[in-house]
């Protein structure tokens, strides 16, 4: 099982970014996907996640600015991120379980300046 997280980079608040996880390795449209952050002296968080029937949740402080979506014929998920603020800074992690177990692709930068 293989997760690649891309997208990160440096915005300024009120930006947009989006992020891509490929995966490989697993049937990527019959499993749970989720994009997960850490900051720094943070523990790691969820941040989103959507099942193999497209139903999303989000954490409440991402609401209504972040979109969580995926591409099963391109095995890639997707998080748009609009209305960035500072407290977004984190490296952003994609993850699934796979016979019960956590993977957890490297993760990607994001940084928010005010």
């Known amino acids: 099982v293989q997760l690649q997280a891309s997208g990160g980079g440096l915005v300024q608040s009120g930006g947009s970014l989006r992020l891509s996880c490929k995966a490989a390795?697993?049937?990527?449209?019959?499993?749970?996907v989720g994009w997960y952050r850490q900051a720094p002296g943070k523990q790691r968080e969820l941040v989103a996640d959507?099942?193999?029937?497209?139903?999303?949740n989000y954490a409440d402080s991402v609401k209504g600015r972040f979109t969580i979506s995926r591409d099963n014929i391109r095995r890639t998920l997707y998080l748009q991120m609009t209305s960035l603020k500072p407290e977004d800074t984190a490296v952003y992690f994609c993850?699934?379980?796979?016979?019960?177990?956590?993977?957890w692709g490297r993760g990607t930068l994001v940084t928010v300046s005010s």
């Open positions: 390795g697993f049937n990527f449209s019959i499993h749970t």
């Open positions: 993850k699934t379980m796979y016979r019960n177990r956590e993977y």
């Open positions: 959507i099942t193999s029937g497209h139903t999303t």
